[in-house]
């Protein structure tokens, strides 16, 4: 007995929505757009975050939703949609299934191999330009002391003597491109929860904002980041469309 949803079906026909790539590929550049705009209101949007002027239910909540952009938060959502919905099974390492999610031997491995690719490599590109740009983390920088926001670049806005790497390493977010591209691939499997996925991964982004960990345009570079690797894997046809296996 097979689980999956026949082939001609699609999901995102269904639903109205059009070519989840190229709308991920839209999204991606409007949110660059946004990043080098936000620039601008870094430094006075960092100083206000650091004074802790949110309302504590408010950053309760931001808090919460960042188990949907921390590593550990999401590979156990991922394995719960896995036990949840029939028509995931895990993906297969076998060659050449490990080359692209389009060689898994079902397609119900296939969908799942392209949600964990979707969902990961957002994050691996950030982690890339995080070893070539430095940036001081609002936490960690003297934000009275910078005349531009360029000054957060670099060790100059460095506060104090840090024995964390990871104070040096604010651009982009990592976290939020977690988010946007779990998002979007929750939503290309489930498309009628996407405004939900969307608003959580809002969340955990502005988390990563108030909690001075990272300036808005970190946030919205690392949010681009996260839509553009996952529009490299989420297939146009939608979770329904064909693999190279037989269905699972």
Request: proline share 6%.
């Amino acid at each position: 007995m097979t689980h999956d949803v026949p082939k001609s079906f699609d999901w995102h026909r269904a639903s109205g929505q059009g070519s989840p790539r190229r709308s991920l590929t839209a999204l991606a550049a409007v949110l660059a757009c946004l990043g080098v705009a936000a620039l601008a209101i870094d430094l006075p949007v960092a100083s206000w975050c650091k004074t802790g002027k949110v309302p504590r239910e408010l950053l309760r909540l931001m808090n919460f939703s960042e188990v949907f952009a921390h590593t550990t938060g999401v590979v156990v959502l991922m394995l719960t949609a896995l036990a949840l919905d029939p028509g995931l099974r895990f993906p297969s390492f076998r060659w050449p299934a490990l080359r692209w999610p389009s060689f898994q031997p079902t397609l119900s491995q296939e969908r799942l191999a392209r949600m964990i690719c979707a969902t990961a490599t957002g994050g691996l590109l950030v982690d890339a330009i995080k070893l070539m740009v430095t940036r001081v983390r609002p936490r960690a920088a003297d934000l009275a002391s910078q005349a531009s926001v360029l000054g957060t670049f670099g060790d100059a806005a460095l506060r104090a003597v840090t024995s964390s790497r990871s104070d040096f390493h604010s651009f982009p977010s990592g976290h939020a491109a977690v988010a946007a591209g779990f998002a979007a691939a929750l939503a290309w499997r489930y498309p009628r929860g996407r405004w939900l996925f969307m608003a959580v991964a809002v969340s955990a982004a502005l988390q990563r904002i108030v909690t001075s960990a990272h300036y808005p345009s970190d946030v919205c570079f690392g949010a681009a980041l996260g839509l553009l690797g996952a529009s490299m894997f989420l297939a146009d046809s939608g979770p329904s469309g064909s693999g190279s296996g037989a269905a699972g």
